[in-house]
């Protein structure tokens, strides 16, 4: 997968606004929204979100742009449980002993958890016309929740029910790496295994996110080869993401961006 280059599907929409490719969806936050810009970062787990972020988020700071580092599961009161629960901490006991909640539990907790982080936190910081960085968000739920129900597609409807109320990115980098060399990252930072953190299950993850634009159809999604070093992944993102904020990515771009080799 690792010389794989993908263009991304091109988004003609305003920044920040309520589900806005599905019709009939509320924007009550658009207008409060509008000012920001909203990038997020998705991948499998070693993909290396976490340390992407903080560099563009460092980087973006370094050029004076007001940017906003967050991430979810969030600081708030859910994105605390949905922490414990990936821990093993938070568990359905039943005649077999104890086991994690099931996925559509985990799809509401994680579609509440969005909901309070947008309202608290995303939402204020775009309103004041800040870049906010997040590490993983909508994405991560119909990738995540889809691969651990026993309906797998069939939880996507579900899982965009939820979070039909979730403010738009205006950019979704997919970090695309094999599943062996996430997990040889993951071994290698040494902490106890969470909940996802399976070989057989992450081999999945990586093939839904690569079809992402199926699965957020309208966002704006830039695939990169995150099997690259960190600073080769960072020039990638920092170049895609200043793109668009110089409005050179944004309407009119996406012919010139569907042909771009990233
Ligand atoms: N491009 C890369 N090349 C090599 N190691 C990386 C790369 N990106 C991240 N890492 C390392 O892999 C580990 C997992 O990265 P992290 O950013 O925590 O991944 P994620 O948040 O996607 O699970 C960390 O130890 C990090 O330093
Ligand atoms: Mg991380």
Do not use: K
Request: glycine share 10%; proline share 6%.
């Amino acid at each position: 997968m690792s010389g794989r280059r993908r263009a991304s599907r091109p988004s003609r929409r305003a920044p920040g606004r309520v589900g806005a490719s599905r019709a009939a969806r509320p924007r009550a936050a658009s207008a409060q929204a509008a000012s920001g810009r909203f990038v997020v970062l998705e991948g499998i787990d070693g993909a290396g979100t976490t340390t992407q972020a903080r560099r563009l988020v460092d980087a973006l700071r370094e050029r004076g742009v007001d940017a906003r580092l967050t991430a979810e599961p969030s600081a708030g009161p859910v994105g605390s449980l949905i922490r414990l629960a990936l821990a093993r901490r938070v568990v359905v006991a039943d005649a077999a002993g104890s086991r994690p909640p099931g996925w559509a539990t985990l799809a509401l907790l994680f579609a509440a958890d969005r909901l309070d982080h947008v309202e608290q936190e995303i939402a204020p910081a775009l309103a004041a016309g800040a870049v906010v960085v997040c590490d993983r968000y909508d994405l991560s739920s119909l990738v995540y929740q889809s691969c651990t129900s026993p309906e797998g597609d069939g939880a996507l409807p579900f899982v965009r029910a939820v979070n039909a109320r979730a403010l738009r990115p205006d950019l979704v980098f997919v970090l695309d790496v094999p599943p062996a060399v996430a997990a040889g990252r993951r071994a290698a930072r040494g902490a106890p295994p969470e909940l996802f953190e399976r070989d057989s299950l992450q081999a999945r993850l990586a093939r839904g996110y690569a079809r992402a634009e199926e699965l957020v159809p309208g966002d704006r999604v830039v695939h990169v080869d995150g099997a690259q070093g960190v600073d080769e992944v960072f020039a990638r993102l920092l170049e895609a993401t200043l793109g668009v904020l110089s409005g050179a990515d944004g309407p009119g771009g996406g012919a010139a961006r569907r042909s771009r080799r990233r």
